[in-house]
């Protein structure tokens, strides 16, 4: 990986200049292409510090900005943005190989929404309106649905009760209990 730096409005040290190198180094573990390229700007405007990262390689083209009062922390601040984006990046593909595998993404990590700054919304809504039955009528039924789930009016306790189907081919069942 290419990485080259900018120096603007200020002349950096050699221990800058060494400690930028050593930590943008860490961001080859995330490329695999020995082609990339990682344009490091580092400037000084007035009191602030400013870092501007562009990293272009075969499939990724991202960047990051990150301002301070000190260049080192700077450069700490925009190398995590980088790591941050390059981390989702993989992960997003992750997720592709395994859907194109036929493999189901259950869940969404705490990680993934703090990352992406937005909240999941709901996209539909179905009206239901559950069927009295035994649980062993659900089970039946649920059997030979091709749902994961469930809700049904428990004919003996008149309550709403959800079955569903667990990883080992039993069943569970849901009942509020009120």
């Known amino acids: 990986m290419n990485i080259s730096f900018t120096f603007k ?5 050699d ?17 695999s292409d020995s082609e990339a390229d990682l344009q490091v700007n ?11 990262v562009i990293l272009n390689a075969d499939n990724i083209h991202l960047s990051a900005y990150e301002d301070s009062e000190d260049m080192y922390s700077t ?33 969404i990590s705490y990680e993934d929404l703090a990352g992406a700054d937005k909240r999941p919304t709901i996209v ?5 309106e559950p069927k009295p039955m035994s649980v062993d009528e659900a089970a039946m039924q649920l059997d030979s649905m091709d749902n994961d789930f469930l809700v049904f009016l428990n004919a003996e306790t008149d309550g ?4 569903y189907k667990r990883k080992n081919g039993d069943f569970g069942l849901i009942d509020p209990g009120y």
Do not use: W
């Not at 580092?42 to 501007?52: E, G, N, Q």
């Not at 980088?82 to 990046?89: D, K, S, Y």
């Open 15 to 31: 221990h800058l200049k060494g400690y930028a190198q050593k930590r943008f180094e860490k961001v080859s573990k995330f490329v």
């Open 124 to 128: 539909g809504t179905d009206s239901y």
């Open 9 to 13: 409005n200020f002349e950096p040290s």
């Open 160 to 163: 709403v009760n959800v079955i």
């Open 42 to 52: 580092l400037l000084v405007d007035k009191f602030r510090h400013k870092a501007d």
């Open 75 to 107: 450069i700490d601040m925009v190398l995590d943005k980088v790591e941050a984006q390059l981390r989702r990046m993989r992960e997003k593909e992750k997720g592709r190989n395994k859907k194109a595998r036929g493999v189901k993404a259950s869940f």
